[in-house]
């Protein structure tokens, strides 16, 4: 469990982690040493509660780390923050998606030397070229890493989390 503070309950049930509402953030994070290119994470995600992000995955680039947010800014919005100092909802990632509460969604995120991908189901929502480009994170998520997943004023469940080496 993440511990930003004013966090909600983490806990396991049937097979899913459950991420409670916190005020304004619940999350955990992996603390091990991790892959910082040539990987794909994999993750299915419900929102239970609640109108904004419930899949805030922050991962590692290269030296760096960059954070995948589906459903932010009041829940519509899908992108990369940051890039290039502008976050999820002001940068050429950005995307407008409507999401459904008490639904399952897959999401897989590639990072390798050059380039971010990302998808949510089977549709490709992310492909950035990323030489050339300034990746990091807002601050709010700084404890995330180097891998972690949060969501924001939202409930929510997570199942099948893995990742897996590029070759």
């Known amino acids: 469990m993440t511990n930003f503070g004013g966090e909600g309950e983490v806990r396991v049930d049937d097979g899913c982690i459950l991420l409670s509402f916190g005020e304004p953030i619940t999350g955990l994070t992996y603390q091990e040493e991790f892959p910082v290119s040539d990987y794909e994470i994999r993750v299915q995600a419900m929102r239970t509660g609640g109108i904004d992000f419930f899949c805030g995955l922050t991962f590692p680039v290269g030296d760096t780390h960059c954070s995948f947010i589906a459903a932010g800014w009041a829940g519509a919005v899908v992108g990369l923050s940051c890039i290039d100092g502008k976050d999820a909802s002001e940068n050429d990632t950005t995307k407008f998606m409507n999401f459904e509460n008490d639904r399952w969604y897959r999401f897989r995120v590639r990072v390798n030397d050059d380039r971010i991908a ?11 070229a990323i030489q050339d480009r300034r990746i990091s994170i807002r601050p709010e998520v700084e404890l995330s890493k180097p891998l972690g997943i949060a969501a ?7 199942r099948q989390l ?5 070759k």
């Open 118 to 128: 990302a998808w949510i189901d089977e549709q490709q929502v992310i492909d950035l």
């Open 162 to 166: 893995e990742y897996r080496r590029l």
């Open 152 to 158: 924001w004023q939202s409930q929510a469940a997570l």
